[in-house]
C-alpha cells in the first residue's frame, strides 16, 4: 500500500508505504460505534443533581388530617406527585458515566477510521511544516495551498470543523499559527482518538513516519 507525500506548498515530494493493520482495514461499525459511545460518555460532566423528597426544604407538617375531609391522605406536601416536592429517580451527581474502553479496541477503533478516511481519500501527508515565527497569515497561506490538491478542496473552508493536523511533536509556533484559523484544529499524533478523528472531515497527517511510530506503540502496548 503506497501513497503520495506532498510539501508545504501543495507540491507532491515523495511517496511512502503504509501498513495495511493502520489504513487497510475493513469498516467495523459496530466496533467504532461502542468506541466513540464510550469516549463520548467518559467526557461527560456529571452536573446535573435533583433533590429527593427527604433533600426538599419544609413539608414537615402533615398537611391536613388522616380522615374526615373526604380528600385523599397525604403525610407531606413534599411528596413527589406535590409541586414543589421531591423528584423521583431524577439525576444525580453520584451518577457514574465512566465506561472502561479496551486499549486494542481503541487502537482498532482508530485504525478502523483511518482506513475508511484513507479509501474515501480523506487523509493527506505532509512531509513537514516550517515556519520562521508565529504568522497566522502563514498558517492560512498553507491551509490555501493544500486545498489545491485534488480532493481537498474543501480545505479552504473557514467554518465549521474541516481539517484535523496532526504533529508528531509540540511545536509552539505551528500550535500558536493555525490557533486562529477556525476550521483548523492540531493535536500531537500520540493524543488522537477516534472521535477527534471522526469529527473532521480531512485528517493531515505531518511527517508521517514519524506519526506511525507513535499509532505502532498503541499496538505494542
Known sequence: ???????????????????????????????????ISSISSNKRANTADTKGRGEVQGG?????KQKGTGRARHGSSRSPIWKGGGITHGPTVER???????????????????????????ILFIDKITLAGIKT????????????????????RTKG???????????????????????????????LNPLEVLNYKYLILVEPEKCLKFFETKITK
Open 1 to 35: 500500500m503506497e501513497t503520495k507525500v506532498y510539501n508545504q506548498k501543495g507540491e507532491e515530494s515523495s511517496k511512502m508505504k503504509l501498513p495495511e493493520t493502520m489504513f487497510g482495514l475493513h469498516w467495523n461499525a459496530d466496533l467504532v460505534h461502542q468506541v
Open 60 to 64: 414537615g407538617r402533615k398537611p391536613w
Open 96 to 122: 457514574n458515566y465512566k465506561k472502561k474502553i479496551n486499549k486494542k479496541m481503541m487502537a482498532k477503533a482508530l485504525f478502523t477510521i483511518f482506513s475508511k478516511k484513507f479509501k474515501s481519500g480523506d
Open 137 to 156: 497569515k502563514k498558517a492560512a497561506e498553507i491551509t490555501s495551498a493544500l486545498s489545491k490538491i485534488k480532493g481537498f478542496e474543501k480545505m479552504a
Open 161 to 191: 470543523n474541516n481539517s484535523l493536523i496532526a504533529i508528531p511533536e509540540k511545536s509552539e509556533v505551528i500550535l500558536k499559527s493555525f490557533k486562529n484559523i477556525p476550521s483548523v484544529y492540531l493535536e500531537r499524533a500520540q493524543n
